[in-house]
Every structure is written in structure tokens, then in C-alpha cells.
Nanobody, 122 residues
Framework: QVQLVESGGGLVQPGGSLRLSCVAS????????MGWYRQVPGKQRELVAT????????NYGDSVKGRFTIGRDGAKNTVYLQMNSLKPEDTAVYYC???????????????WGQGTQVTVSA
């Protein structure tokens, strides 16, 4: 099994910044990609940002391009999300996601964190 521990969510004023972190642990052989998604009540979960193992390829949702930056520390199995110029519409539960191979398995698996609340409000 894989455990994902997220941190860094909270309340921030419009225009402010937050930094989310997610640490993956467990019987992980290798990580293919890590990323962040978000969801508000009544809507589908949407892509925020993803990054490959080396961090060489990143992908962002249209609504966060130019404001959010994803990064990772491969040695620590950690992914970060720096969120700048936050808007009220960024309010959501943010979920960490990892695609990885478990020790002894050739099948790629997908795991989700519990989620961390981000609220942007004056």
C-alpha cells in the first residue's frame, strides 16, 4: 500500500499564496508521476498540475497556468504545489495523486491522498 500525507492547506486572502506538500510512503518501487487535483462540492475533480518522475514534463490546468507551480523532490517522494495570486474560485479540496509501481509488481497503480482544504476569502 501507499500512503500520501498532504499538508499546507488553509485560509488565505485573495492575491495571497500557499504551498502544498505531499509525501508518498510505502512499498514503492518507482514513481511515474505525481500531481494535484481539486474538487468543489457538486463538481467533478479537475486537474491542477502533474509532473513526471524527473520533473521534466509538467502539465497544468488552464485556470492555474501562470499562477501555480508544481515541483518534486524525487529522493523524498515529495511533490509540492506553489500557489500564487490565489482567487476565490481556487477554493476547493486539493488532492495529491501518485502513479507508481509497487515493490514486486509490474502493474502501475494509482493512489489518492485524503485531501486538504484551501479557502480563498477576504
Amino acid at each position: 500500500q501507499v500512503q500520501l500525507v498532504e499538508s499546507g492547506g488553509g485560509l488565505v486572502q485573495p492575491g495571497g499564496s500557499l504551498r502544498l506538500s505531499c509525501v508518498a510512503s510505502g512499498s514503492i518501487s518507482s514513481i511515474s508521476a505525481m500531481g494535484w487535483y481539486r474538487q468543489v462540492p457538486g463538481k467533478q475533480r479537475e486537474l491542477v498540475a502533474t509532473t513526471t518522475r524527473s520533473g521534466g514534463i509538467t502539465n497544468y490546468g488552464d485556470s492555474v497556468k501562470g499562477r501555480f507551480t508544481i515541483g518534486r523532490d524525487g529522493a523524498k517522494n515529495t511533490v509540492y504545489l506553489q500557489m500564487n495570486s490565489l482567487k476565490p474560485e481556487d477554493t476547493a479540496v486539493y488532492y495529491c495523486n501518485v502513479e507508481c509501481f509497487m515493490v514486486g509488481s509490474y502493474r502501475r497503480s494509482n493512489y489518492w491522498g485524503q485531501g486538504t482544504q484551501v479557502t480563498v476569502s477576504a
